[in-house]
């Protein structure tokens, strides 16, 4: 069967052109030696031929023949035009012959007597009958013939026509007969042709595809792979026409292609292609969204009519096996069939989830549900493409917990409590390539702490470890940001002693609580306080007081200016109780890591029964809405001391008590001033006036007011003048105070304000009652320390002590005292020596004066003394 199907190799010799002069003869030939012999072979009419006219453009002649008689190929151009031929033969064969139709051929005679026709004759188709019948008497002759004639008629014809519709294209072309097929072989020996192009003839468009350039083979994911390409025209054709496209059939992972910065989906047609010109372009892959290897990808180059997006694709050309279509691979790594689209793949990322997201750190305290162990969850950002535990077959090796103490450099890994074969219970390393990773990409393990992480303060990372690449290590491993937190099981504990260690305290002294740690001192503060005076109605909590919380130690004071009766509570016990108060409290003392404290701090001190007549007090007096200047400080000293004895009725004489210091303008509208009232009786320049002793002796007169009394006096009148203040804002309260102007009733008629009143004993009741035993100082120093150092966050602070204050411990109230004394005694003593420098030439003056008129009056009197004795 198949060696029936092959074509003989010999089928030049059956050339159609040469039909009848040698292949026509022979077939034409028969058993009655049937020759013809005059049939003209040309391809045209012999009466044509004899007319016609060369041509520039003329069919080439095989051997050189010169006689269009003898052409033996064909030449046509494409545009429309196109050229026909048919030969057919035919043979009739006609044979008649005897044949046993009815019977075979028979001739034979019979006699009958008796009544009858005289005569019958006939005959049908050469078989007939004759009868000489006579009366009675018959004689018959019967002839009998068959004959049988048919006609054969065999006839063949093979038409054909050659044309193309592409303006340009030029063919030669030779005939031949095939024997075995009795078909035609056309044979294209010359010519050119496009659309497609045919074997045999010049290409008009023979693209010419080359990648000049291939990117490296390492290429990082967020980076464009980069092909520089060149497109040109081989053919024979001036200007072309091709389409340029990449095979996106196997683009699986959607590759993203641009070419010439443009998106290259599709194809991209490319008209007016110059011949011999070669056109450089600039392909662009970029990563799809997921994969990191891909197929590689064809890149095609071919004429446009092949293509069937093209505007001029002629459906004709698929037909054709062979095309001028080009094609080159797209790819960076490997060769062959191993080509592939590669880039370099990072190590896969792990992202913190869960609490740890949620408060970037962690805290195990006391409170927590778990002390000894840690959940620890991530997220797997690529679990669309593969779960943790899938990884490890490409590059991943390990999803590791790890940890470290701050200030240490060193990382060690994290461990999780498992049960070996035997049940149990071990520990390894805690890899999240383990864990059981759910459908959205988060798995959870637990840290084991208990026996493993002592307390302290760490950094944690998660880190994914991958084969080496030999490039930046960055893409060998991916860690997640660093987070720190704290494993802190230790409740807080007081640290010695309350501050100051002393058992009486001055009223607005800070007592200092000091703790084993650094507390939680956010506000509001999350503790309960509370002081309760013994032998009276005075309860304060927290918001009534004081307090201070800062570092390690919680300090707070009771202030006097609010309202309390200074002279009621003077040597009375106290107790405070700091913590959790009262059965339905939430409230208590914790340190920084949410650990509280066992049981509330309770304590009793006692308030000094100092001598308030020998006591002076400190306090800022604010005066508002007046126009100030810092360049007229003297002259706002004198008229607030004014201010201030006109409020307190003080004579003039009693200015010395009141000491004005740190005067200061803010906003050109308000002048602050420090203000020392002295205890009564006080001499500024160095003793005790004569009027003062007197008047000290006197249970009457403002004078023997003590410090604390006129202090209270001027907040009381501050209050009510805020008061009035605040009902002139209203009709009504001007309409009242309209009606007390008119009825005589004075007002202040300025705005004051005063607080931070700080009680200064006298030197005898300080050391006396507010001095720390010698054998207590040394601890007490310590304690100051500590509480002063231990500032969260902040760098420690050592707090300075004089060495002439230690002995004392003398509280910043007598330093206050006695530097304010020292700068009143300075500012007087010149005053003093002034004033008794003019009493020194007052008294000369007068021992002058006295002089003389004792001289004058010893004169007079011996004068009258010589005139009686005359």
């Not at 025209?233 to 641009?258: T, W, Y």
């Not at 620890?376 to 999803?399: C, S, W, Y």
């Not at 006129?710 to 009381?716: E, G, I, S, V, Y």
Request: hydrophobic share 35%.
């Amino acid at each position: 069967w198949r060696e029936n199907l092959m074509m003989n190799d010999d089928f030049k010799e059956n050339s159609i052109v040469n039909w009848f002069e040698e292949v026509g003869t022979q077939l034409m030939t028969d058993e009655n030696d049937l020759n013809i012999n005059d049939q003209s072979s040309a391809i045209a009419p012999q009466t044509l031929l004899l007319s016609a006219e060369e041509i520039e453009n003329q069919p080439e002649k095989r051997n050189d023949d010169t006689n269009l008689e003898e052409v033996k190929r064909i030449q046509f151009s494409g545009g429309g035009s196109t050229f026909s031929m048919m030969l057919s033969k035919e043979k009739v064969w006609d044979k008649v012959g005897l044949s046993c139709w009815d019977g075979c051929n028979e001739d034979y005679e019979n006699t009958i007597e008796g009544p009858g026709l005289d005569n019958l004759k006939g005959t049908v188709k050469g078989v007939g009958v004759v009868t000489d019948i006579k009366l009675l008497t018959a004689k018959i002759h019967v002839t009998h013939e068959s004959t049988d004639e048919s006609t054969d008629t065999e006839s063949t014809s093979i038409r054909f026509t050659l044309g193309d519709d592409e303006p340009g294209d030029e063919f030669v072309v030779d005939l031949y007969y095939d024997e075995k097929f009795g078909t035609i072989i056309f044979d294209t020996i010359a010519g050119r042709s496009k659309c497609p192009h045919e074997t045999g003839t010049a290409a008009i468009e023979d693209p010419r595809l080359i990648i000049k350039s291939y990117p490296p083979q390492h290429v990082f994911p967020d980076e464009d792979m980069i092909f520089e390409i060149e497109l040109s025209n081989l053919g024979v054709g001036e200007e072309s026409q091709f389409v340029l496209f990449a095979q996106h059939r196997d683009n699986e992972g959607s590759l993203k292609l641009l070419l010439d910065g443009a998106p290259f989906g599709g194809s991209r047609e490319f008209t007016n292609i110059l011949k011999d010109t070669t056109y450089k372009k600039t392909l662009v892959i970029q990563r799809g969204p997921r994969l990191f290897q891909y197929s590689s990808l064809d890149l095609v180059m071919e004429s446009a009519c092949e293509d069937a997006s093209s505007q001029i694709n002629d459906l004709t050309a698929s037909v054709f096996n062979e095309t001028k279509s080009v094609s080159q691979k797209l790819y960076n790594r490997g060769v062959g069939d191993s080509a592939v689209i590669e880039f370099v793949q990072p190590c896969p990322k792990v992202e913190w989830a869960g609490e740890l997201k949620r408060d970037r750190n962690f805290v195990v305290n006391s409170n927590s549900d778990n002390k000894d162990n840690l959940l620890v969850t991530v997220f797997n950002p690529n679990h669309g493409e593969a779960k943790f535990q899938a990884m490890i077959q490409d590059r991943l090796k390990t999803v590791l917990l790890s940890y470290r103490e701050v200030g240490d450099l060193h990382w060690s890994i994290a461990r999780t409590e498992v049960e070996d074969d035997d049940g149990n219970p071990t520990s390894m390393e805690l890899d999240f390539t383990d864990a059981q990773e759910d459908d959205y990409g988060y798995a959870s393990m637990k840290w084991k702490l208990a026996n493993f992480v002592p307390e302290g303060i760490y950094e944690i990372k998660v880190e994914t470890e991958c084969t080496q690449l030999g490039g930046p290590a960055d893409f060998d491993m991916f860690s997640t940001p660093i987070l720190s937190g704290v494993i802190d099981l230790t409740l807080p504990e007081q640290y010695s002693q309350v501050l100051p260690l002393r058992d009486t305290v001055l009223l607005g002294e800070e007592l200092v609580v000091v703790f084993t740690e650094p507390l939680r001192c956010e506000k509001p503060f999350t503790f309960d306080l509370q002081v309760i005076i013994d032998g009276t109605d005075y309860k304060f909590d927290r918001e009534e007081l004081q307090v201070v919380c800062e570092g390690r130690k919680i300090g707070f004071q009771i202030d006097p200016t609010i309202g309390v009766d200074v002279k009621a509570i003077m040597g009375k016990s106290f107790s405070i109780e700091i913590g959790k108060i009262g059965a339905d409290s939430k409230s208590n003392i914790f340190d920084v890591n949410g650990n509280a404290i066992k049981d509330n701090i309770k304590f009793e001190k006692t308030f000094a029964d100092i001598n308030l007549d020998e006591a002076s007090s400190s306090f800022t007096f604010t005066l508002e809405n007046v126009v100030c200047s810092v360049d007229e400080d003297d002259t706002f000293t004198d008229e607030i001391k004014s201010k201030i004895m006109l409020l307190l009725g003080l004579e003039t004489s009693d200015t010395k008590r009141i000491v004005l210091t740190s005067l200061r303008c803010e906003n050109d509208n308000t002048v602050i001033i420090t203000v020392t009232l002295l205890p009564p009786g006080t001499d500024v320049g160095g003793g005790r006036s004569l009027r003062t002793a007197s008047l000290l002796s006197s249970t009457a007169g403002i004078n023997t007011q003590h410090s604390i009394s006129l202090f209270n006096k001027l907040r009381d009148l501050s209050q009510v003048e805020q008061k009035e203040r605040s009902l002139l804002s209203t009709p009504e309260g001007r309409e009242m105070f309209a009606d007390e102007e008119n009825s005589g009733n004075d007002r202040i008629g300025f705005l004051f304000r005063v607080k931070d009143l700080k009680i200064i004993p006298s030197v005898s009741d300080t050391k006396a009652m507010l001095t720390t035993g010698s054998d207590l100082l040394d601890l007490e120093e310590d304690l100051f320390r500590i509480a002063s150092t231990s500032k969260v966050g902040d760098q420690s602070k050592e707090m300075i002590m004089k060495k002439v204050d230690r002995r004392a411990i003398v509280d910043e109230m007598k330093l206050h005292e006695d530097a304010m004394i020292e700068e009143i005694l300075e500012k007087f003593e010149s005053d003093g020596r002034h004033r008794e420098e003019l009493m020194l030439n007052q008294m000369k003056t007068l021992h002058i004066e006295l002089l003389v008129v004792t001289l004058a009056c010893i004169g007079i009197s011996f004068a009258a003394l010589l005139h009686l004795k005359k």
